[in-house]
């Protein structure tokens, strides 16, 4: 599934009427012809393929974010594939207010980054790796890693975003991202390490082993670079229920 091959961004354009494009075999902006639809939809898709067009050759993902709904935004990342950035943080506890930030692992591109508090982990080196992306992708990200990160360095993740948990939710894969790595086949160097683990883990680099804090930063990296997996095995699954059934 691709930005092209997607209607339902245009008013008037519900779930059904894409559907019924797509059956006809108007699948891509390209192929589009007026007479399957009212002529009052015809003209707002046509309008909306033209600008979409210009925006989709500039790269422009915060336009779709703003005209796509947010359950779509899946549908970003075959166009934005390499530019997309899978990220995962570590934390001592769950307040943003009581508790730090350890280790940010980023994997973009092929590349994986860990960001260290006390080394590197600074609000500039934050805004750095997300000044390189389109688009980002997290599993409940959306309640946890963002706030988490904008609250304890005063940074603005202002990228069109998805969290995996939702689509997951679509596919009928529920409860933690370890547990449905499981589901899905995606091993892990570190099989048995939990969040829990990564908090005792920090706290044992602190009081000096060098060891634990190399185990923490693996297991981040994990999370990170599983993303980039399970965003496949969601788009593919997803592409399957709404353009193939």
């Known amino acids: 599934m691709r930005i092209e091959n997607s209607f339902i961004p245009v008013r008037g354009v519900g779930e059904q009427t894409e559907r019924d494009l797509w059956r006809a075999g108007i699948t891509h902006w390209d192929e589009f012809d007026g007479s399957v639809v009212g002529s009052t939809t015809a003209d707002r898709i046509e309008s909306f393929i033209e600008t979409a067009t210009d925006r989709l050759a500039a790269g422009d993902t915060r336009f779709f974010d703003e005209q796509f709904p947010s359950s779509e935004r899946w549908r970003f ?62 599993f409940n990200g959306a309640r946890f890693d963002v706030p988490f990160l904008e609250t304890s360095f005063d940074v603005d993740v202002d990228v069109p975003h998805v969290d995996l948990m939702y689509p997951c939710k679509r596919l009928g894969l529920s409860g933690g991202l370890k547990r449905i790595e499981q589901e899905v086949g995606i091993a892990r160097d570190e099989p048995d390490i939990t969040g829990r683990d990564a908090v005792r883990l920090w706290h044992e680099y602190e009081r000096g082993s060098d060891e634990a804090l190399d185990t923490l930063v693996r297991y981040n990296r994990d999370d990170a670079r599983n993303l980039q997996t399970l965003m496949d095995v969601v788009a593919d699954g997803l592409h399957t229920r709404v353009f193939e059934e």
């Open 77 to 138: 990342y075959e166009n934005f594939r390499e530019d997309t950035c899978f990220f995962d943080i570590e934390t001592t506890g769950l307040s943003q207010e009581r508790d730090d930030v350890t280790t940010v692992s980023f994997h973009q591109a092929g590349e994986t980054t860990t960001l260290v508090r006390g080394d590197d982990l600074t609000a500039g080196a934050l805004r750095e790796q997300f000044d390189d992306a389109s688009l980002v992708a997290t």
